[in-house]
């Protein structure tokens, strides 16, 4: 089992980027919960998910990015995935959740699509 | 680990608590490596062993009932592997997989991920205890004769 391992950067002003890493579960889910919700907190209100490293993801780790992205929008942000892991992104296309999240495949291109702050 | 009729059963017994649904996913990746699925398999496997416990302890934990445990049991035959994931509290719908599978309700999640991943989904309850789980099959594609 590895635990959830979350780092933080600021690119810009109003951006935020959390790069994960190891298993996205019930147990590990409420600290990835409380990081966004801080951010948010804090005016980050774009959020750029980077799901490369994780290795395990569940309905707990997709109901936390739900709500992120929904409370980013309710401040008039946004919130994108980066994903490249085949294993990870057939999770999102089997529950649907392709046509909720924008999912990218590098940090350079969610930057890119972020609207301006 | 024991023998039936049918092939041989594992059980894993584990407190009800959200740190130990990753033992429950280790013990089934184990058990599922050792049969005739590929890799992708065991993953859906893994998977949905994990959303079974992390249901029970989420409806669990909503009937204050945090004191429990998660009994995890797999019948392994050659044709396909059953997992058993149920509870032994007579308290309503612990376990049971929820009847909306709407994809933006968060707290649906699971219950759609495990019908998806699976062949075989019913829900179950012990007469004895008045547990209540969910049974999941998967088949192996290609069984050894």
Redesign the interface.
């Given at each position: 089992m590895n635990m959830l391992k979350v780092e933080t950067r600021t690119p810009r002003e109003g951006v935020a980027v959390i790069v994960l890493g190891g298993e996205v579960d019930v147990y590990t889910s409420p600290r990835l919960k409380q990081e966004m919700v801080d951010l948010l907190n804090r005016g980050q209100v774009n959020l750029i998910v980077d799901l490369n490293g994780i290795e395990y993801l569940d309905s707990t780790g997709l109901g936390v990015l739900i709500g992120g992205l929904k409370r980013a929008r309710e401040r008039e942000g946004d919130l994108r995935l980066i994903c490249d892991n085949m294993r990870i992104l057939r999770i999102f296309e089997i529950t649907g959740l392709t046509k909720i999240f924008d999912i990218d495949r590098n940090e350079d291109d969610a930057l890119g699509k972020l609207k301006p702050a | 680990m024991s023998t039936s009729d049918s092939g041989v059963v594992v059980r894993l017994t584990i407190p009800g608590k959200?740190?130990f649904?990753?033992?429950a996913?280790?013990a089934i990746l184990g058990v599922a490596s050792r049969m005739r699925f590929n890799y992708?398999e065991v993953?859906d496997i893994r998977?949905a062993v994990?959303?079974a416990?992390?249901t029970a302890?989420?409806r669990a934990q909503g009937a204050n009932a945090v004191a429990h445990e998660l009994h995890v049991r797999c019948l392994i035959d050659l044709s396909r592997l059953v997992v058993e994931v149920s509870d032994s509290m007579p308290i309503p719908a612990v376990t049971e997989l929820p009847k909306t599978e709407s994809?933006?309700d968060?707290?649906c999640?699971?219950g759609?991920?495990i019908r998806?991943?699976m062949d075989d989904v019913e829900n179950i309850e012990d007469p004895d205890t008045g547990g209540r789980g969910v049974r999941m099959t998967k088949y192996v594609a290609s069984p050894v004769r």
């Open positions: - | 959200p740190e649904v990753g033992v996913r280790l992708d993953e998977l994990g959303e416990c992390t302890i989420e994809i933006l968060e707290r999640l699971g759609v991920l998806i991943l």
